[in-house]
């Protein structure tokens, strides 16, 4: 079983629709939990970033964190076709940085 | 600053040649990380670095080396390629010591071993 299971997708959106991207992890030492976005035939960029439990909240997205259900997500509000990407789950403990395998999400005009 | 650059951009190999995918980052930063990333797939940890002259393996590592003589530089040997290794390799840095673990990222090397 993987560390990290991330939401497999593909996903496709009208515009102006509430996306919700999901990861559940097994690791209970994961304290750090990250978002990276990455656009096609480009390399992974840091989204949003959180520390334990709780909300985060940057313009439109949303990062949340359940520790108690081992459960991440992150929303994206008003999804523009510019947030037509991938997104990639990550996170982190006192060793390295897991990866989930990513949701491709697309959002249509 | 540039952040991380990757050569080459494309690259095409015959079975059995060798090559180096060469990163650089101008970011002084400590960590090093070569990554491969398969069509639909997450990204698989091949080999890191902590320091000049400290490397470890991933998740990942059969069939590649490194090295790390400067800060700057963490080149990604492969030899004896295989059609396995077709995928995407990036390499990516990060700063010690933050509370993050944010990692800056190349533009990727898109190799086919044929």
């Known amino acids: 079983q993987k560390e990290v299971e991330q939401d497999p997708g593909p996903l496709s959106v009208p515009e102006g629709a509430i996306v919700s991207l999901n990861c559940t992890y097994s690791?209970?030492?994961?304290?750090?939990f990250m978002w990276y976005r990455q656009y096609s035939r480009k390399g992974p960029e840091l989204l949003m970033y959180?520390?334990?439990?709780g909300n985060k909240e940057d313009g439109r997205f949303t990062a949340q964190v359940d520790k108690s259900s081992k459960y991440i997500s992150l929303f994206i509000r008003d999804s523009q076709p510019s947030d037509s990407a991938t997104y990639l789950c990550?996170?982190?403990?006192?060793?390295?940085?897991?990866f989930g395998d990513g949701t491709t999400l697309t959002v249509k005009p | 600053n540039a952040g991380v650059t990757q050569t080459p951009k494309f690259r095409i190999l015959k079975i059995g040649q060798s090559m180096t995918l060469q990163c650089a980052q101008d970011?002084?930063?400590?960590?090093m990380y070569w990554y491969r990333q398969d069509p639909g797939m997450g990204l698989k940890l091949i080999y890191y670095?902590?320091?000049?002259?400290?490397?470890d393996k991933g998740e990942v590592p059969n069939g590649y080396n490194v090295s790390r003589s400067t800060t700057e530089d963490f080149p990604l040997r492969l030899e004896l390629a295989a059609p396995s290794q077709t995928s995407v390799y990036f390499c990516?840095?990060?700063?010690?010591?933050?509370?993050?673990?944010?990692?800056?990222f190349g533009p990727g090397t898109r190799l086919t071993v044929l």
């Open positions: 990516a840095s990060r700063l010690a010591g933050g509370r993050t673990d944010t990692q800056y």
């Open positions: 690791n209970s030492a994961f304290q750090y």
């Open positions: 959180t520390y334990s439990s």
């Open positions: 990550a996170m982190k403990g006192a060793g390295k940085s897991t």
């Open positions: 970011m002084n930063h400590n960590y």
């Open positions: 670095s902590v320091g000049a002259g400290i490397t």
